[in-house]
């Protein structure tokens, strides 16, 4: 089973409007942390944002905010006023607490639409 | 503020040729990371290293062996190339658990083609 899905394999947004990015993951261990890193098309994985499993307040990094919903098993990752810049491949990422490894999802692609 | 730096950027290798990538990190990190980037696939796990001197396997480490003989350096290794490595592999590095909330720094990657 996957630990990490990302539904949405393609998103095309108007500039300026919100984007929601979806993400599921799957754990038992009650101890783990959320992950989104953005990849422009030249290539460079960059962090945007963190949450962990016992955070009480969602995150928010700038316009990027992750919507936890701990119960639904999902970190959504919402980018406000979206901008051209935000055209990119977007993956959401775990890490559980009784492990080394942080597992990837398989990416959305977002365009922004000038 | 080198973060983490791979060699080389680009390569194209015949099948069977056999191929050194070696990622370096000047952030005193302890673990370190091979992933490898495919078309639909998102990022896979290759190989990856809490510290010096050891080394684990990930989801696709079949045709790649791995080294961390420094701390600083993580060397990913092909012994005969196939077709089916073309693909860009990152390096990523990041401090070390228990805290899940270590982020993991990326090398920009390196194209690696197959013939």
């Known amino acids: 089973a996957q630990k990490i899905t990302q539904t949405q394999p393609g998103m095309f947004v108007q500039e300026k409007e919100a984007v929601t990015l979806d993400c599921t993951y799957d754990?038992?261990?009650?101890?783990?942390?959320l992950f989104w890193y953005k990849q422009p098309s030249s290539g460079e994985m960059i962090f945007l944002i963190y949450?962990?499993?016992?955070?009480?307040q969602n995150a928010t990094e700038g316009r990027y905010s992750l919507n936890f919903q701990k119960a639904r098993k999902s970190a959504n990752l919402v980018i406000s006023a979206s901008q051209l810049g935000d055209s990119a491949m977007y993956f959401c990422?775990?890490?559980?607490?009784?492990?080394?490894?942080?597992?990837f999802g398989k990416g959305t692609r977002l365009h922004i639409l000038p | 503020n080198a973060g983490v730096t791979q060699t080389p950027k680009f390569r194209v290798l015949k099948t069977g040729q056999s191929m050194t990538l070696l990622c370096a990190q000047d952030?005193?990190?302890?673990?370190m990371y091979w992933y490898r980037q495919d078309p639909g696939m998102g990022l896979r796990l290759i190989h990856y290293?809490?510290?010096?001197?050891?080394?684990a396997k990930g989801e696709v480490p079949d045709g790649y062996n791995v080294s961390r003989l420094k701390k600083q350096n993580f060397l990913l290794g092909l012994e005969s190339a196939a077709p089916s490595q073309t693909s860009v592999y990152f390096c990523?590095?990041?401090?070390?658990?228990?805290?899940?909330?270590?982020?993991?720094?990326f090398g920009d990657g390196t194209r690696l083609s197959i013939l």
């Open positions: 990422a775990m890490r559980e607490g009784r492990d080394d490894k942080i597992i």
């Open positions: 952030m005193n990190h302890e673990y």
């Open positions: 754990t038992s261990d009650p101890s783990y942390g």
């Open positions: 949450q962990g499993s016992y955070d009480q």
């Open positions: 990523a590095s990041s401090r070390t658990l228990p805290r899940v909330d270590q982020p993991q720094h």
């Open positions: 290293s809490v510290g010096e001197g050891t080394t």
